[in-house]
């Protein structure tokens, strides 16, 4: 026969409850002594002293850690210490403010900023990638961005497509790639909260799907260049998509033409490469994929920088042109691979390529 173990803790669980004695006024108030610590408290504790230790550690753990995070740096602090996926979890359970708070765009239209801002850089860039935006405005959150990207898809204001990434003649399975543009109504909304320079141009729909995970790609060459912009003191920036471009240049073509018919056409077009600042090589005005238009000094000066995106399509020629034209180029780890093996002679043009 087993005989149990006395344990005289035991004897504050099953102690039965006693009604207190009435106690002199000077002897209502006594202090309990806790680890340094000597909260004053009134009244009896039917609490054993382990239950009241093991709560009295719980809070003063939950104390230190609100603490620790309560100013925003040392919150990213703390969460940088936790392992990824502890990362992860507690940025699905931030609460946003509802919607209900936000202000009123339009009649039943209330926009979060996140929201505001994913519409206006795919807007400035007419397609950017999911993935980018994700990385970009939500700081890796993709859970978030679906959630609110399903909103604007709700409300008619922007569209996700997926298309095919290039394989370059290369034996691999199809990459799809899930991609992001404003809709007509996105766009008008996107106007009306007059976030933009007046001069920024606005774009919805897309337009040339096989172009587009090129098109993408501008978006993150665009991140790295603004990057040095704004370290050079640049501020205030204007997107130029070579939509845009193109459309400046036919039409300064159309004018001149039509002011001199006799001139000859190579000549107009180096007039018009000079008007807009840009080069006139092999016959042909070299145009970029982007142009970033910024201010200096507080808007006393003004400045500009030309980028291109370099895939393996380009031929050495083509590269050549573009890097006497004097554009920032970009390219992607693959891409720059075989640009690389492809120019096997001339291997210090490859300098000239940034990694995108």
């Known amino acids: 026969m087993d005989i149990p173990i006395y344990d005289p803790r035991d004897d504050y669980d099953y102690m039965p409850v006693r009604k207190p004695k009435p106690q002199a006024p000077e002897s209502k108030e006594r202090d309990r ?74 009649v039943d239209l209330r926009l979060r900023p996140e929201e505001t801002r994913m519409l206006g850089e795919v807007g400035r860039f007419r397609v950017i990638t999911a993935r980018d935006l994700a990385a970009t405005i939500y700081g890796g959150n993709r859970g978030q961005m679906e959630r609110d990207l399903a909103y604007l ?24 790639i899930q991609v992001v543009t404003l809709t007509e109504e996105g766009r008008n909304v996107l106007l009306r909260t007059g976030q933009f320079r007046h001069d920024q141009e606005i774009y919805a729909e897309l337009v040339k799907p096989r172009e587009a995970e090129h098109d993408a790609q501008v978006y993150r060459a665009y991140l790295k260049e603004w990057e040095r912009i704004e370290r050079d003191g640049g501020s205030n920036p204007r997107i130029v998509l070579d939509f845009e471009l193109k459309a400046d240049i036919q039409k300064a073509i159309h004018t001149l033409q039509k002011a001199e018919p006799d001139e000859d056409l190579s000549a107009i077009k180096q007039q018009v490469a000079e008007q807009l600042d840009l080069k006139f090589i092999d016959d042909s005005i070299q145009i ?41 180029l970009y390219a992607s780890a693959s891409d720059r691979a075989t640009l690389t093996a492809r120019i096997e002679d001339d291997h210090d043009m490859m300098t000239g390529i940034l990694d995108l």
């Open 153 to 176: 898809r709700e409300k008619n204001l922007a569209e996700t497509s997926f298309i095919n990434a290039r394989r370059d003649g290369q034996n691999r399975p199809v990459e799809r």
């Open 288 to 328: 970029p994929d982007l142009r970033i238009e910024y201010d200096l000094d507080q808007g006393a000066q003004s400045g500009h920088s030309d980028v291109e995106v370099a895939t393996a399509a380009y031929h050495g020629r083509h590269l050549a042109a573009k890097l006497q034209a004097g554009f920032r």
């Open 33 to 106: 002594h806790i680890d340094g610590d000597s909260p004053k408290q009134t009244g009896r504790d039917d609490r054993s002293p382990i239950q009241g230790r093991l709560e009295s550690l719980k809070q003063r753990a939950a104390d230190r850690r609100v603490t620790a995070v309560s100013h925003p740096k040392r919150e990213r602090a703390v969460r940088h210490e936790l392992p990824r996926e502890e990362r992860k979890r507690i940025r699905a359970q931030e609460v946003r403010p509802g919607r209900d708070r936000l202000p009123a765009i339009a």
